[in-house]
């Protein structure tokens, strides 16, 4: 006859213990939610403000189309960042759509160093101008599906700036209508926790003054100084941002040459992929582990025009799939021609490890023995690699159907498991 067995720990031990670890639940719960499962852009490009026309995404597709035809198509292109020739003939069917369709996923709109000093009365004037634009494209349909401003930052000399700006911007905007979807603020050059509290405070008080729900106005943190990845006290100022100003930040952006700059590096030798910018990167993913902040690469400055725009690709293409190889899943552009290496590098990575990533997904979801015994945090990040690439439009949901046996919900459930499992409730 079995016995049941019988714990030892009574129940009031059990609640001791529940009592003990009140504060952990709801740290974990308040500060780590996790990725929210939505599309995170590919790149953000960035535009001094009054450049910005509704039809500016759709003036930067054609002159991508055209660079590219112009230098022996997308497919040469593709067979110059090393693809085999059947997948750069699938990658250029889909970068070329791509660039017709929505050539700019994340459009920053700038007040910094791309617009310089100018007068306060010549930028209040552009800041208006800059909402109107926006507006305007938001409601014809043209605006990229991610947009919004960098100001200047909360330094003593630009602050009260850079607060104008902001504020003219959002201000404008809300009066305007209902604010973008997609509206991304993005605060630079950060140097102290205090700065970002400065911004939390500013972007609450435009919310209260402009009745908008709390929480709405999120921003990105440049990080473009040392200080924020070792402050004077010997810690990371930066793996305090998430807790210090909880569900606010939506994004860390790296900065590289600002921060290559701020440690002497030479200009010649700034660069994405500098050990001095794979240390700062790799305290940034740290800092925002489980968080739900995203990541952003910066940007070369290599620019694929005149004679060297064929080298410029290579460069570009590398650097791009040396990111997403370290999980920086966005970086920065910064002219048009840098489009169809940004898309062809990007829709490669996913395509090529799609197969592989299906399969494994497969044999997690259907239970069967293969190769690799996949645990769960592996199939979500399984899942997560082939949602992003869905996301992105590198591959579409048929292929996924077909090679991991998962429609697009279950996929989405797969990588965000505590998602699913909140919006069950």
Not at 107 to 125: P, S, T
Request: one cysteine or more; hydrophobic letters at 45%.
């Amino acid at each position: 006859m079995a016995v049941s067995p019988t714990p030892s720990l009574s129940a009031a031990d059990l609640a001791a213990i529940d009592a003990q670890l009140a504060a952990t639940d709801q740290l974990l719960e308040r500060n780590y939610p996790g990725d929210d499962g939505t599309r995170q852009p590919v790149h953000t490009v960035y535009v001094p403000a009054d450049r910005f026309t509704p039809s500016f995404a759709a003036d930067w597709g054609a002159q991508a189309l055209t660079t590219a035809e112009a230098h022996g198509g997308l497919e040469k292109l593709g067979a110059l960042l090393g693809q085999e020739p059947e997948l750069a003939a699938a990658v250029a069917a889909r970068v070329g759509a791509k660039l017709r369709a929505e050539p700019i996923e994340d459009l920053r709109l700038d007040f910094e160093d791309g617009f310089g000093d100018r007068g306060d009365e010549a930028e209040d004037v552009a800041a208006v101008a800059a909402a109107n634009a926006v507006a305007t494209a938001v409601a014809a349909g043209t605006a990229p599906p991610f947009i919004g401003i960098r100001f200047k930052c909360f330094e003593a000399p630009t602050r009260a700036r850079g607060l104008k700006t902001l504020d003219l911007f959002v201000s404008t905007l809300a009066q305007a209508g209902e604010l973008p979807a997609g509206l991304i603020l993005t605060l630079p050059k950060v140097t102290t926790v205090a700065q970002v509290q400065a911004m939390d405070f500013a972007v609450s008080r435009l919310e209260e003054i402009h009745g908008l729900p709390a929480g709405r106005l999120r921003f990105e943190v440049q990080v473009e100084t040392p200080q924020l990845i070792l402050g004077p006290d010997g810690t990371s100022p930066v793996a305090q941002l998430p807790h210090v100003v909880p569900g606010r930040i939506s994004a860390l952006h790296y900065g590289t040459y600002d921060y290559s700059a701020s440690l002497q590096i030479s200009a010649e030798y700034q660069s994405m992929e500098h050990p001095v910018a794979d240390y700062a990167k790799e305290v940034m993913q740290l800092a925002v582990a489980g968080t739900g902040i995203r990541l952003s690469d910066g940007s070369t400055n290599i620019i694929p025009v005149g004679d060297a725009v064929e080298d410029a690709w290579k460069l570009h293409g590398r650097l791009v799939r040396r990111s997403l190889e370290r999980g920086y899943y966005q970086g920065w552009d910064l002219h048009a021609a840098q489009l169809p290496s940004r898309f062809a590098a990007t829709y490669a990575f996913y395509r090529e490890g799609l197969p592989a990533a299906a399969a494994r997904l497969r044999n997690y979801v259907e239970r069967t023995e293969g190769g690799v015994m996949d645990e769960p945090a592996t199939a979500r990040a399984l899942a997560a690699f082939v949602l992003r690439g869905v996301q992105c439009g590198a591959v579409g949901t048929e292929e996924v159907q077909t090679l991991a046996g998962v429609e697009l919900s279950q996929l989405t459930a797969l990588a965000h498991p505590r998602l699913a499992h909140s919006t069950s409730k």
